[in-house]
C-alpha cells in the first residue's frame, strides 16, 4: 500500500514524577499489522516530531509481546490497553497514549507496579515449583468459592482492572480479597 496515510501519535511526555507533562507528536509510516508497541518502536529509532525537532526516546515498559504479561499497559485513547494487542488500523488518530494515571509515574509511559509485586510477596501468592517433588493435594474448596475466585487466577498484573475500576478504594479492596485469596490458596503449600 503505497499511498498509505500516516499514522499520527500524540504521546505525553514527562521527565519525571516531579517534572511538567508535555504532548509530542510523531507522524510514522503505516505498514500491515501495526500495533502501539510497534509505533513505539519507530519513534526510537528515528526520534523526531513531526514538526521535525529532535527528542529523546520513548520509555515505556514490555515483554512479551503476546498480551500475556501485562507490561505494556498504557491509556491509548483514553482507554486501558496492552499496547501489544492494539493494533492502529482499529484506532481513531491521532492516536493518544498516556500513562496509567493511578500508579506513580517513573519516565513517560513508564509507571511504577512494586505494589502489587510486594503485595504478592508478601502474601506468598504463589505455588512453589521449584524442583520436582509430591506437594499432596490442594485445599478443599467450594465450588461457590471457586467460581467467585477463577477470575482472580486470570490476573497478569497488568494493572488494566485498576484503571477500569470507578472508585480506586474499591480496586484496592478487590486486590486485597485478591490476595487474600491467594493466601488461602498457598497457605497449604507454606504449612506442609
Known sequence: MADAKPVIVRVKRQAGPEEAARWEEFSLKWRPSMNVIICL???????????????????????????????????????????CSALVDQL?????????????????????????FESLKRVKAWIPIDGTYNLGEGP????????????????????????????????????TWALDWGRAWSAHWYSS
Open 41 to 83: 518502536r519507530d519513534i526510537a529509532e528515528n526520534p523526531v516530531t513531526r514538526d521535525g525537532k529532535k527528542t529523546t526516546p520513548i520509555t515505556y515498559d514490555s515483554n512479551c509481546l503476546e498480551e500475556i504479561c501485562g507490561s505494556c499497559a498504557m491509556l491509548i485513547n483514553g482507554k486501558a490497553r496492552m499496547a
Open 92 to 116: 481513531e488518530q491521532p492516536i493518544r497514549i498516556e500513562p496509567m494515571s493511578k500508579f506513580p509515574l517513573v519516565r513517560d509511559l513508564a509507571v511504577d507496579r512494586q505494589f502489587m
Open 140 to 175: 478443599r474448596v467450594s465450588p461457590e468459592v471457586q467460581e467467585k475466585g477463577y477470575p482472580l487466577s486470570n490476573c497478569i498484573t497488568c494493572r488494566l482492572g485498576t484503571w477500569r475500576s470507578k472508585v480506586v478504594s474499591v480496586t484496592i479492596n478487590r486486590f
